[in-house]
């Protein structure tokens, strides 16, 4: 464990388990800036990636690593109606949708940190009522734990003092062989179901089956098999499970079903993903271009995220699963990426 001076009064810290994996985190946003994991060769890859400068967390970064919220994805047209009012958010996608928390949601927030022990670090931060125009006060937390068996757990949070929505998730981007396009990563998604969306990237409503459609990857496949008859991937995946969508709050649902998962034959890097949420947001990177990062820079496809969510725009859409929760109901889930050699 190493904690450093970041700048401009933020932290840096560093975890790294027995076997030589490293997680970086910092305060501002409750981003990870960095995980690094040794391929079949012994080569240290950036398979996560960040920034070692402090102001690149404060400007519009592509979310980069990055804890997101108070409400994940898109919002149509920046509003939404709860117990007969209108709320109305901040408008930061294309001047008219309200995207990840708004212009200055927790991304860009410095988040209180405390050391928990060696391996696992604590991240708070308070949500006051009015914030990019959400309902009530909301106490977050967000902890890191980074165990011997390369696992990567975020355990989520959120009290809230009146009834609010609430989706968060981590937006890291991933590529297993540190650099280059990622269409020769094999992903396996365990999702019978996706969320189409409009040419403004918002949900049509609609939840299509994934079988026989770019979107299957119910058997894996590479990444590029299909990604251009798609425009490439921005849509949330529904995971495989009788009434998964029925309980918004069950923090110990399916946490040892594998989700997800990349692999690059390449590097011979494996990621699967965990978690205690219903869905995944698969990002293919397409928006990503010329975004300087160490040691390298992003451009279209050079990267991917899995944002575990509740289905995005859920305010919106009275059919989909309720986001809703208070003081009588308590935010708590949990998402695992975990990395080993095949």
Same mark, same amino acid.
């Given at each position: 464990?190493?904690?450093?001076?970041? =700048?401009?009064?933020?932290?840096?810290?560093?975890?790294? %388990?027995?076997? =030589?994996? !490293?997680?970086? *985190?910092?305060? !501002?946003?409750?981003?990870?800036?960095?995980?690094?994991?040794?391929?079949?060769?012994?080569? +240290?890859?950036?398979?996560?990636?960040?920034?070692?400068?402090?102001?690149?967390? *404060? /400007?519009?970064?592509?979310?980069?690593?990055?804890?997101?919220?108070?409400?994940?994805?898109?919002?149509?047209?920046?509003?939404?109606?709860?117990?007969?009012?209108?709320?109305?958010?901040?408008?930061?996608?294309?001047?008219?949708?309200?995207?990840?928390?708004?212009? +200055?949601?927790?991304?860009?927030?410095?988040?209180?940190?405390?050391?928990?022990?060696?391996? @696992?670090? @604590?991240?708070?931060?308070?949500?006051?009522? $009015? /914030?990019? $125009?959400?309902?009530?006060?909301?106490? !977050?937390?967000?902890?890191?734990?980074?165990?011997?068996? %390369?696992?990567?757990?975020?355990?989520?949070?959120?009290?809230?003092?009146?009834?609010?929505?609430? %989706?968060?998730?981590?937006?890291?981007?991933?590529? *297993?062989?540190?650099? =280059?396009?990622?269409?020769?990563?094999?992903?396996?998604?365990?999702?019978?179901?996706?969320?189409?969306?409009?040419?403004?990237?918002?949900?049509?409503?609609?939840?299509?089956?994934?079988?026989?459609?770019?979107?299957?990857?119910?058997?894996?496949?590479?990444?590029?098999?299909?990604? +251009?008859?798609?425009?490439?991937?921005?849509?949330?995946?529904?995971?495989?499970?009788?009434?998964?969508?029925?309980?918004?709050?069950?923090? +110990?649902?399916?946490?040892?079903? *594998?989700?997800?998962?990349?692999?690059?034959?390449?590097?011979?890097?494996?990621?699967?993903?965990?978690?205690?949420?219903?869905?995944?947001?698969?990002?293919?990177?397409?928006?990503?271009?010329?975004?300087?990062?160490?040691?390298?820079?992003?451009?279209?496809?050079?990267?991917?995220?899995?944002?575990?969510?509740?289905?995005?725009?859920?305010?919106?859409?009275?059919?989909?699963?309720?986001?809703?929760?208070? @003081?009588?109901?308590?935010?708590?889930?949990?998402?695992?990426?975990?990395?080993?050699?095949?």
């Amino acid at each position: 464990m190493q904690i450093k001076n970041f =700048g401009g009064g933020y932290l840096l810290y560093e975890l790294k %388990n027995k076997n =030589g994996m !490293i997680l970086k *985190l910092t305060d !501002i946003g409750a981003s990870i800036t960095g995980v690094f994991f040794k391929d079949k060769n012994g080569n +240290e890859v950036q398979a996560a990636f960040g920034s070692d400068a402090y102001s690149f967390y *404060l /400007e519009p970064h592509d979310y980069i690593g990055a804890s997101v919220g108070r409400v994940a994805n898109r919002t149509i047209d920046s509003e939404f109606i709860l117990d007969g009012k209108t709320y109305k958010l901040t408008k930061n996608d294309n001047g008219k949708h309200h995207l990840h928390g708004g212009a +200055e949601g927790i991304s860009f927030k410095k988040f209180d940190s405390k050391l928990l022990n060696n391996n @696992s670090i @604590s991240f708070t931060y308070f949500s006051k009522e $009015g /914030e990019e $125009g959400y309902p009530a006060n909301v106490n !977050i937390e967000i902890v890191y734990t980074l165990t011997d068996d %390369n696992e990567i757990l975020i355990n989520y949070f959120a009290d809230a003092d009146a009834p609010t929505p609430l %989706n968060f998730t981590n937006h890291a981007y991933w590529n *297993l062989n540190g650099e =280059g396009t990622i269409y020769e990563h094999d992903l396996f998604i365990d999702s019978s179901f996706y969320l189409p969306v409009t040419d403004e990237c918002v949900s049509t409503g609609d939840i299509l089956k994934t079988e026989n459609t770019p979107f299957d990857f119910t058997k894996t496949k590479k990444i590029g098999a299909d990604i +251009e008859k798609t425009n490439g991937y921005d849509n949330c995946f529904i995971f495989n499970e009788k009434n998964i969508l029925s309980n918004t709050n069950n923090e +110990e649902n399916n946490l040892n079903k *594998l989700r997800a998962s990349c692999y690059s034959e390449n590097t011979g890097i494996y990621l699967e993903l965990y978690t205690t949420k219903p869905a995944m947001h698969f990002y293919s990177g397409n928006m990503l271009n010329n975004r300087a990062v160490r040691n390298t820079v992003l451009n279209k496809h050079n990267a991917f995220c899995f944002e575990t969510e509740f289905l995005p725009a859920a305010m919106n859409f009275p059919h989909f699963p309720s986001i809703i929760f208070d @003081s009588n109901k308590s935010y708590n889930h949990k998402t695992i990426y975990k990395l080993s050699l095949k």
